[in-house]
Nanobody, 124 residues
Framework: QVRLVESGGGLVQAGDSLRISCVASGRTFSIYHMGWFRQAPGKEREFVTAIMWTDGSTNYADSVKGRFTISKDNAKNTVYLQMNSLKPEDTAVYYC?????????????????WGRGTLVTVSS
């Protein structure tokens, strides 16, 4: 099992930037991808971005491409999500997740370990 703890959420204004973090512990050797998902009130959880734990390859949802950047620090077992040009529609609880699978990194069903989430609120 991989334990994940997110931090860094908060209230910002539209156009602002925010960085959230996720620290992994436990069976980190089993991680193939780390992902960020988000869930807005009344909506389903959606994929935001993922990073390959070994070589750092990244993928993004179209809605955040060019504005969000995922990165990692393997020495600290930490994944970061830098969010720029935030919009009110980015308001959601952001979850960090880990999967041992190489394929379907966009699918929440492939992720077995999840953090409790951190709330990001973007005011207009």
């Amino acid at each position: 099992q991989v334990r994940l703890v997110e931090s860094g959420g908060g209230l910002v204004q539209a156009g602002d930037s925010l960085r959230i973090s996720c620290v992994a512990s436990g069976r980190t050797f089993s991680i193939y991808h780390m992902g960020w998902f988000r869930q807005a009130p009344g909506k389903e959880r959606e994929f935001v971005t993922a990073i390959m734990w070994t070589d750092g390859s990244t993928n993004y949802a179209d809605s955040v491409k060019g504005r969000f950047t995922i990165s990692k620090d393997n020495a600290k077992n930490t994944v970061y999500l830098q969010m720029n040009s935030l919009k009110p529609e980015d308001t959601a609880v952001y979850y960090c997740a880990a999967t041992p699978y190489a394929a379907q990194w966009w699918s929440a069903a492939r992720y077995f370990d999840w953090g409790r989430g951190t709330l990001v609120t973007v005011s207009s």
